[in-house]
């Protein structure tokens, strides 16, 4: 495996002091990090994973919009995404050239107490998810345990914003692992269907790939909307609705998207078989790996 990549981001965010650095190199085998930040007591901070297809940003503007916007909803500081765009492409560009390197970019509530936050970029290769795109997996359905109008209604639980407190996100993986499946869609307490626990859901019927709508305290894909946009280039329908579970058992097909995996195809859902489009899977693949927007 290469050695990754770390860049810390100096002057990052609003109103944090002038520093003479914009971001600067370090070791990331050092140790960096104070152990009294919040993001290391409490999951208490914002981050995105963006991927790079031979040194090509994949969707990098929608990346920093959504951080921006997680930032706002969790009363953080608006970061500067001018620094944090030329911290990333210095981070990449600083890496050892691979098909596939993915930049992960953190920003945390800072030590407690100090009011400043503290943020780095950290750039990694490897395509874990290759065999997935090809292959297709089997998912669960599980109860977020949240109605489909949370962030409406509950806005403080800051559902639909990208934190660092996936440990749920990883437990839900756990549990499809006990169910003898690798992946998970949640549904909301009242019936609707989600998302995934690092993945936005597609599904089709006929020539009609629907999504569902983003303000029901779900991220907004930025793999979705690249791939929304290129099916609108091939001629089909797309939206953005309530989708209820039902439609995906009788789906002609489904996927769940995210920034490096790209397209995985749905091969079984709790437990039976689904119909894989393989023309339809390859060449949305071959689209989004390819993707700038
Ligand atoms: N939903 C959740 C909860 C996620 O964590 C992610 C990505 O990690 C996504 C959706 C897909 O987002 P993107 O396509 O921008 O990677």
């Not at 990333?88 to 050239?97: N, T």
Request: some cysteine; glycine content about 8%.
């Amino acid at each position: 495996m290469s050695t990754p990549t770390l860049f810390f981001v100096d002057d990052l965010a609003e109103g944090v002091p002038a520093t003479p650095t914009r971001f600067h190199q370090a070791d990331p085998a050092a140790g960096q990090i104070n152990v009294m930040d919040l993001s290391v007591t409490r999951g208490d901070g914002i981050f995105e994973t963006a991927g790079f297809q031979h040194g090509h940003p994949m969707a990098l503007e929608a990346h920093l919009r959504r951080f921006a916007n997680s930032a706002r909803i969790l009363d953080l500081p608006a970061p500067r995404l001018e620094v944090w765009r030329d911290a990333i492409l210095a981070a990449v560009a600083a890496h050892e050239p691979e098909p596939m390197l993915s930049a992960k970019f953190i920003m945390t509530r800072g030590v407690e107490g100090t009011g400043l936050p503290i943020g780095w970029v950290y750039v990694f290769g490897g395509d874990e998810h290759a065999v997935e795109r090809r292959d297709g997996i089997a998912v669960v359905t599980l109860d977020r345990g949240y109605r489909h109008d949370v962030a409406k209604t509950s806005p403080w639980l800051l559902q639909g914003a990208k934190t660092l407190s996936y440990a749920v996100n990883k437990s839900v993986l756990r549990e499809a692992a006990r169910r003898g499946a690798d992946d998970v869609i949640f549904i909301s307490s009242d019936g609707f269907v989600l998302e995934g626990p690092t993945s936005s859901v597609i599904v089709r019927h006929g020539d009609t790939f629907a999504t569902p709508a983003t303000d029901q305290g779900i991220l907004a894909g930025t793999t979705q909307a690249s791939a929304f946009a290129w099916l609108e280039q091939q001629g089909h329908t797309t939206e953005y609705r309530e989708v209820r579970p039902e439609e995906l058992v009788d789906a002609d097909g489904l996927w769940l998207l995210s920034s490096t995996r790209c397209a995985a195809p749905v091969r079984e859902l709790d437990g039976r078989q689904m119909p894989i489009d393989r023309e339809t899977t390859d060449a949305m693949n071959a689209a989004l790996l390819t993707r700038t927007a």
